[in-house]
């Protein structure tokens, strides 16, 4: 690897790590440099903004994650299964167990109104959040399921699932930290939830 990708990859996860532990407004160039092993300069180099930096992080942070999204894009899912459900739980699951920056970055993403972030964020979740909106439509469609706007449904669930840990220390103090305990019992919730 030459050293000026070495640079740029150092940037890219010191980015990440900080943007998702204290927010976009909260990080600055100078940090990322501190962090990334280099100097405010080079970060420049190679980045133009720290807006720029902040769509590089995002973009890499959804790498982890992308061979799992791509599984649920194929044609071969059926829809009105419970097992595809348990198969978007799971991937959330995941995500808010091991892979929290993806969540916080994310947040950040969403909530700051940036045209760019919004797009990048769009074009990894939305093939997932397809996918259960047309998961719980198909349910309705089938008479399986109670009077639900798919929209309204689909954002409950990732958002109650990738709320969950956090939550639930707010709540109850702590939180299990069984992964197929808690797979199951989201998948089961709400399951039971939209009366499939």
Request: aromatic share 8%.
């Amino acid at each position: 690897m030459s050293r000026k990708n070495e640079s740029h990859g150092r940037i890219v996860r010191a980015a990440i790590a900080l943007f998702s532990r204290q927010s976009y407004h909260g990080t600055s160039m100078r940090e990322i440099a501190r962090l990334a092993d280099v100097n405010e300069l080079t970060v420049f180099r190679h980045f133009i903004s720290k807006e720029a930096v902040f769509h590089a992080a995002l973009e890499e942070s959804f790498t982890s994650i992308k061979p799992r999204l791509s599984a649920l894009e194929s044609p071969t899912n059926d829809l009105s299964s419970e097992k595809m459900l348990r198969q978007v739980v799971s991937i959330f699951v995941d995500i808010s167990q091991f892979s929290p920056e993806v969540v916080r970055l994310t947040a950040i993403a969403i909530l700051g109104g940036n045209g760019k972030a919004h797009e990048l964020c769009r074009k990894h979740l939305a093939p997932v959040f397809l996918k259960i909106n047309e998961y719980v439509d198909a349910q309705c469609r089938a008479g399986r399921l109670k009077t639900a706007n798919p929209s309204i449904a689909t954002a409950a669930i990732v958002l109650s699932i990738l709320a969950q840990p956090e939550l639930s220390r707010f709540v109850n103090g702590s939180f299990k930290n069984d992964i197929r305990e808690s797979i199951q019992e989201n998948t089961k919730f709400w399951v039971d939830a939209l009366g499939a």
